[in-house]
């Protein structure tokens, strides 16, 4: 079983950054890809980043592009979003995923492991 555990979510004015943490433990395998999706309120569930075990491959939404970083310490089994010029339509519950496949994250597939989430709100 693995357990990912994220951090870094808070309230933010408009404008502002944070960076997301998210650190896997347990049995996670040898190489993964891992990333972030995010939940407002009334919506469904979307994708924002998603980064490859070697970090040669980056994906993000549209809607993130220029504004959020996804990197990686694979050392420490942790990814990171830096999430700056943040906008109230930014705020969600954010969720880190793990899978085998960035691919799978990217398109939102069947995620492996997901995190409990960290609640990101931005004031305007």
């Known amino acids: 079983q693995v357990q990912l555990v994220e951090s870094g979510g808070g309230l933010v004015q408009a404008g502002g950054s944070l960076r997301l943490s998210c650190a896997a433990s347990g049995r996670t395998p040898s190489s993964y890809a891992m990333g972030w999706f995010r939940q407002a309120p009334g919506k469904e569930r979307e994708f924002v980043a998603a980064?490859?075990?070697?970090?040669?491959?980056?994906y993000y939404a549209d809607s993130v592009k220029g504004r959020f970083t996804i990197s990686r310490d694979n050392a420490k089994n942790t990814r990171y979003l830096q999430m700056n010029s943040l906008k109230p339509e930014d705020t969600a519950v954010y969720y880190c995923a793990l899978d085998g496949s960035v691919f799978t994250l990217q398109i939102g597939g069947n995620v492996d492991y997901w995190g409990q989430g960290t609640q990101v709100t931005v004031s305007s």
């Open positions: 980064i490859s075990w070697g970090g040669g491959r980056t």
